[in-house]
């Protein structure tokens, strides 16, 4: 399948390159967590337990008692007087978010923050004098604890304070002569949010392209019973609230069958392509039932019956006129047809292609920009929605019809930086922000002035590194790494934030499910090293910067 962020467990988020939690003790709502060790995925059992309601899940993360396992039973034939058996679905295994008990305070940017050690803790530090100092949470842990640094003034003294510059969940301790590490028991978090609280207009999480088995009864999106259905996208919305998330997003898939020397589509699988009526709908309508506007996009990926011989040949197709003619005569009545269903059912906003930057190509094929014009006004005959259209930064010249669309998105992703700007593990967030700069100025040169709303699609892996593969060997030397993935969101969304003209922020993929961890399932399936943020300190910091709910 193509490598990209929009196939699960595929090797990049970085989709536009390749074109060329927990429930929270503490006061502020942030994600928390923490445990060294994730728990794994549990086996369903029997038991009635409901999925939630959203109202009972704006948490972070749902609590360990809110799931349990189940399976579906039927029904028996009987006494047609008699009560019918409860419907019994399968339920998503219990991800136990690990407890943060530390006092939590809150404040904005800019504001003084006076940290009063002798108001927080009971019991008195040993030593003579107090030392207070930063803290960082563990490579492994799901804390969220911002990597911006802070420069703390009397820090010596009961009463240490400071002036924070950016967004982000601080944690401070106290250390006693002689200790080198702070205890828990003397440290305190301090959650610092945007001055800005509605910098975003469109805040939005992009799904994973599997609409129905994503590992086990459990992790069925689409089972077929109607009412688990429900309780299945009850769960997996369950996120966009708790994160102050505004749009849902997907981004089905058709395959080709052919790729040389010119593409033929015509594979179509119900649990990739959404082909689906019953669950477009249900998902359609359960997203607005909450509020939530839906963005589709269309992708498309070889099919698994292709051999790696054509694939060794695709480049070379792919640079010919006749390639690019055949594939706008065919992509245009697919995705005329895909939008006309989009605007029966309701969608906000529809993308007839995520890899339309592919198709710039004026050296070869002078005539795209025309057929994009002729695809858009088809469109727009059969849909009312808006239409937006993803696009490289790196070539945002050759989007020339920019003002014939109703917005632009562009993904900006972690997994870039290390192989191509020799980017370490564990970059400070002002490494990010410096080797990102002339990304953002490209696209700002390009799109600043236009009528189109345009939106950032952001992400990062949860592996040290960044590193990616779907090789089930490499996988296993992998070593998870939630803290590097929240430096990435800590430094992309401060970097887009800084930007005026930008009108909102995507994140993705966002998994369907809050146990990320099931490696049992493979790796199509385990979010462990994934881009998936859900249950992990980056969606503590997506939270923060689209909730604002502090200070």
Known sequence: ?????????????????????????????????????????????????????????????????????????????GDPLSEPNPIICATPPIFSAPVNDRYVINGRVGDLITLKGASYF?????????????????????????????????????????????????????????????????????RIDPVDPNRFA????????????????????????????DQALDHALAIAPRIGANWVAVTPAIFLTQINPTPVWGAKHPGLSMTDDDFYAAFIDAAHDRGLKVLQSEQDAPDFSITSDDMALWNESRDTAAYWDEWFNQWEPWAVERAARAEKFGVDMFSPFVWASDTFKPEIYPEYAERWLDLIDAIRGVYTGQVALSVSFFRPDLLTFVDSVDAVITGISSTYFPKQLGMPNDPSITEVIESAEWMMTNARDQFAGSDADFYYLLGAHSADGQTTSEDVNELATFVPDFQEQAIYYEALFQLIAREDWVDGVFIGVVDWFDQFARPEEGIYFDQTFQESPRSKPAEGVAEMWFTNTGG
């Open 1 to 77: 399948m193509r490598a990209g962020f929009w196939i699960i467990g595929a090797a990049a988020l970085f989709w536009v390159a390749c074109s060329g939690d927990s429930t929270s003790d503490s006061p502020n709502g942030a994600a928390t967590s923490g445990s060294p060790i994730v728990e794994e995925a549990q086996s369903p059992e029997l038991d009635p337990t409901p999925i939630p309601s959203p109202s009972a899940t704006t948490e972070a993360v749902p609590t360990a008692s809110s799931l349990t396992g189940g399976l579906h039973e039927e029904t028996p034939v």
């Open 122 to 190: 009971d019991t008195a530090v040993s030593g003579v004098e107090y030392e207070w100092v930063q803290v960082f949470a563990e490579q492994d842990s799901l804390h969220f604890t911002s990597r911006n640094l802070v420069e703390l003034e009397q820090q010596l003294g009961p009463d240490a304070t400071f002036i924070p510059a950016f967004p982000g969940v601080y944690r401070f301790g106290v250390l006693g002569t002689g200790q080198t590490k702070t205890d828990e028991s003397f440290e305190i978090d301090v």
């Open 202 to 229: 469109v805040r939005g999480a992009f799904f994973p392209d599997l609409f129905g088995d994503n590992g086990g009864p459990g992790f069925d999106i689409n089972p077929e019973i109607g009412e688990c259905r």
